[in-house]
């Protein structure tokens, strides 16, 4: 995993966009775009293409109009449309796709009532005809009286933004209040365009005709609640339903009872009926997917003149539902749709109601999101992992499946299970996450490969440069908080050395004589050399590759330098140079790694107080004759070695004091005299440390008698001796300060 780190991460972060897209806290147009349309090659594909003998269309169609007159038609008309309907033909319900919000003035009652009052109100014999006829001549009175006692709903439009408002709306199924402390996003409208009051007062119901038009200008969802003014009024379809089965109440149907702040529960409608009930999926507008039976003409059609002038068999009428629309084009009730671009709005109405009849409306509840989200997260999340460990060939075939499990989970959920989960973030997603896994070795591994060893091959061993180029995800140029292993090692007295050679050429090939070898021990131990100092290496271990043995591969490095180095020095005798002896520091630490320097010229370097410390332990290397010394995290670090401690000291800037340690060797490779002689040695420093300057003396007399050219066991006499005459402090910590560097 950590090989490919960075590619996965790239993945996760784009199932993160589309996860977010889901979450809705953004909408990236694309994706709407192609859900839209996944929707709708869906819906035409599983039409069922089933004639619902239930429902029939009144169509003011050409035809009509052709023998009828253009529309509006007079009410007489009209009411004689209802008792044809309800009298002849026993129909039992008919739903008006149409707004009569306009008085009726063509029977001319009008002008007779303007006579009446003016030219001929002296004429009693026009008086008397005119009172005879007016009750004739009332066509809209005519008409109300006709709907009286009748399963007539009536319809009317809500609009938004003007708050213009003409004629009257029903009573709201719902209250004002029903849904207070819920978060529902209802349909709000600003103003309506309804029916003269005597004909609503006269209608046993009426429903709003509004479909939601779609970003796209195709109708796929109807409100089948609406809010105005904090009341909540049904659709038209939903009106026609419920007079048809006897108005039974209408619920709202809560998931859950919990007042979830983001979460309504509100994911049906329900009508109780005497026995069962029917439920009306909605999504979290309050809206209803039109549930369409198939292309345009899924539903009788019967032009409206052919009843009017009884050319209609009874049969073809009797007990049905009855919608009177128009698909006229001259009267603008034609929409897009995702079954066809010109589909009669009236048939639109025709499909809600045979879905909820039938119970076949496709279920789009608000916890969809919910399930989108986690769908998108296990998928993706599961693919971001996976893909990266595959060959090119099996990445083609993950691929393959998680389409193929994509697009027939989501077909068995809309065909079988009545619900419409979205398809297009999870195709898009899948693909996405295909083509950055494709590409990724083309574009970026090849690129990073060169510049692993344009950048590292100067630093570190071809082995590492190597392992770079096939884990280059695990390098990063920026600086970073690592912890590492910083060696310091430096000629002692390289300043008498240079002088007495006194030979710029011989010094340079002294000087490459035992930088090689030493340079050569640090690539072998798998170290990075940051950098030479005249006569210094600074190298250091976990990075650019991380190291879990840093501390260990130093000191084993540190440890061959000085063998190395010794090695050197019969070579150098012979060629007349002056033996060469070098201090090696080591300190464990956490500090910052890079490229780092100006604009001019960066070095990929380390800083930080434990390269700082690193340093300082290399200079006081000659102050205890010891070869190398190293700090306590280096000690804690790597526990295998035996050590030798050699003080607690105080270094030139730094505050805390330190334990420093001098390694001697792998353990179990360390000669048990050896391992003797430390023991005997930290004795001596406990003494020390209490200030028991007896013990301490005897001791170290025993030690230099075991040791005789110890530098460590000099020290710590004259000590013995400073102190005798100079006691310390009675809380004298045991702490040795460094004034220098």
Same mark, same amino acid.
């Given at each position: ?83 044809? +309907? ?25 002008? +007779?009532?303007? +006579? ?626």
């Amino acid at each position: 995993m950590k090989k490919h780190a960075l590619l996965i991460a790239v993945g996760l972060a784009f199932v993160c966009l589309f996860i977010g897209n889901a979450s809705k806290f953004y909408q990236l147009g694309f994706i709407s775009y192609l859900e839209a349309k996944l929707y709708d090659t869906r819906m035409r594909v599983t039409l069922p293409r089933k004639h619902d003998e239930r429902i029939v269309i009144l169509d003011i169609d050409e035809k009509s109009l052709k023998e009828e007159g253009r529309w509006p038609w007079s009410r007489d008309k009209l009411a004689l449309l209802m008792d044809k +309907l309800f009298d002849k033909y026993r129909i039992a319900v008919v739903g008006f796709d149409v707004v009569f919000a306009e008085k009726d003035n063509s029977s001319g009652l009008s002008v +007779l009532q303007g +006579l009446a009052q003016n030219q001929l109100k002296d004429v009693s014999q026009f008086q008397s005809v005119l009172k005879q006829l007016q009750p004739e001549l009332e066509y809209d009175d005519m008409f109300a009286g006709k709907m009286k006692q009748r399963n007539v709903v009536l319809g009317y439009y809500f609009n938004e933004g003007a708050k213009n408002t003409s004629g009257v709306l029903p009573p709201p199924v719902l209250p004002a209040g029903t849904f207070k402390g819920r978060p529902i996003n209802f349909t709000q409208w600003s103003g309506y365009g309804s029916n003269l009051a005597e004909f609503q007062e006269a209608a046993i119901a009426a429903g709003h005709f509004n479909p939601v038009i779609e970003f796209d200008g195709v109708v796929r969802r109807i409100p089948m609640v609406s809010e105005y003014q904090g009341a909540y009024y049904e659709s038209l379809s939903l009106a026609v339903v419920r007079t048809l089965l006897g108005f039974p109440k209408l619920i709202p149907g809560f998931a859950t009872d919990s007042k979830n702040k983001d979460y309504s529960g509100l994911e049906w409608l329900e009508l109780i009926l005497q026995q069962g009930s029917l439920r009306i999926p909605v999504d979290s507008d309050v809206c209803t997917l039109v549930p369409y039976q198939g292309p345009r003409g899924a539903f009788k059609y019967i032009s409206v003149s052919d009843v009017l002038n009884d050319r209609v068999p009874v049969s073809d009428l009797q007990n049905k539902i009855i919608l009177v629309g128009t698909t006229a084009p001259g009267l603008l009730d034609l929409r897009s749709t995702p079954i066809d671009e010109v589909y009669p709005g009236v048939e639109i109405h025709a499909n809600m109601i045979s879905g909820m009849l039938s119970q076949t409306i496709k279920s789009n509840p608000p916890y969809v999101m919910g399930m989108e989200v986690v769908l998108l997260l296990v998928f993706g999340g599961a693919l971001s992992f996976l893909l990266p460990l595959l060959t090119p060939v099996q990445v083609t075939l993950a691929t393959a499946g998680a389409l193929l499990v994509t697009v027939v989970g989501n077909g068995l959920l809309w065909q079988y299970a009545n619900f419409a989960v979205p398809l297009a973030s999870g195709l898009l997603m899948i693909l996405v996450l295909f083509a950055l896994n494709m590409s990724y070795g083309y574009f970026f591994v090849s690129r990073t490969k060169k510049q692993i060893t344009d950048l590292f091959g100067q630093y570190v061993p071809k082995e590492v440069v190597g392992e770079l180029s096939e884990r280059p995800q695990q390098v990063s140029m920026e600086g970073d908080s690592r912890e590492m292993s910083i060696l310091f090692s430096d000629v002692r007295g390289f300043t008498t050395i240079s002088e007495k050679l006194n030979d710029p050429k011989k010094l340079s090939q002294l000087m490459n004589a035992f930088l090689t070898p030493l340079s050569r021990v640090v690539y072998k131990y798998r170290g990075t050399i940051d950098k030479y100092m005249g006569d210094c290496i600074m190298a250091f271990w976990g990075a650019p590759l991380p190291d879990d043995r840093h501390a260990h591969n130093s000191i084993v490095a540190g440890l061959e330098m000085l063998k190395t180095l010794e090695s050197l020095q019969p070579e150098f005798e012979q060629k007349g140079w002056p033996p060469i002896h070098i201090g090696v520091g080591i300190n464990t630490g956490r500090v910052s790694v890079g490229n780092m320097g100006s604009e001019v010229r960066v070095a990929y370097t380390v800083m930080g107080d434990a390269v700082n410390l690193a340093s300082r332990l290399e200079g006081i290397t000659k102050e205890y004759g010891v070869g190398i010394v190293v700090g306590e995290n280096t000690k804690a670090a790597a526990p295998d070695f035996i050590y030798r401690e050699l003080d607690l000291v105080r270094v030139k800037g730094k505050d805390e004091p330190v334990a420093i340690f001098e390694p001697l060797g792998i353990s179990g490779e360390v000669q048990e005299a050896v391992v003797e002689e430390i023991k005997l040695f930290h004795r001596v420093l406990r003494a020390y440390r209490n200030q028991e300057w007896d013990k301490v003396e005897l001791q170290l007399y025993n030690l230099q008698k075991m040791s005789p050219n110890t530098r460590l066991y000099e020290v710590y006499s004259e000590r013995v001796i400073y102190f005798r005459n100079n006691p310390p402090d009675p809380n004298w910590d045991g702490v040795f300060v460094f004034k220098t560097k």
